[in-house]
């Protein structure tokens, strides 16, 4: 869902483990990004349970990523894919967390 205007979009996520980021594009073949989300700034992963996102195109498999600035909310394909997110996300913060000595 984006940010100011609170509609929901596709977008195409790529993770980096190496950058430490989830880059976020309008589609697979964008080379522009429409944003970024650093580890560092993530403060939680979660299900979307209370139905916070507005008018979610699927609310059961829909979760939101918490970060310093905003919450983002989205939406995977499978209940699968929404699980694979949401662990590769979490490990990915958890991560950077561990060499933040």
């Not at 989830?22 to 989300?37: F, P, Q, W």
């Not at 580890?39 to 139905?51: C, G, P, S, W």
């Not at 995977?76 to 561990?98: C, F, H, K, L, N």
């Amino acid at each position: 869902m984006g940010g100011k205007i609170k509609t929901w979009k596709k977008r195409w996520f790529v993770f980096d483990r190496n950058r430490k980021t989830l880059a976020y594009y309008a589609d697979k073949h964008e080379v522009k990004m429409k944003g970024v989300i650093y580890f560092q700034a993530i403060e939680e992963v979660y299900y979307d349970h209370l139905k916070n996102a507005h008018k979610s195109p699927n609310p059961c498999l829909t979760f939101s990523v918490k970060t310093h600035d905003r919450v983002y909310y989205m939406v995977s394909p499978s209940p699968e894919a929404m699980r694979i997110w949401m662990d590769v996300i979490v490990t990915g913060a958890e991560g950077y967390m561990q060499f933040m000595v």
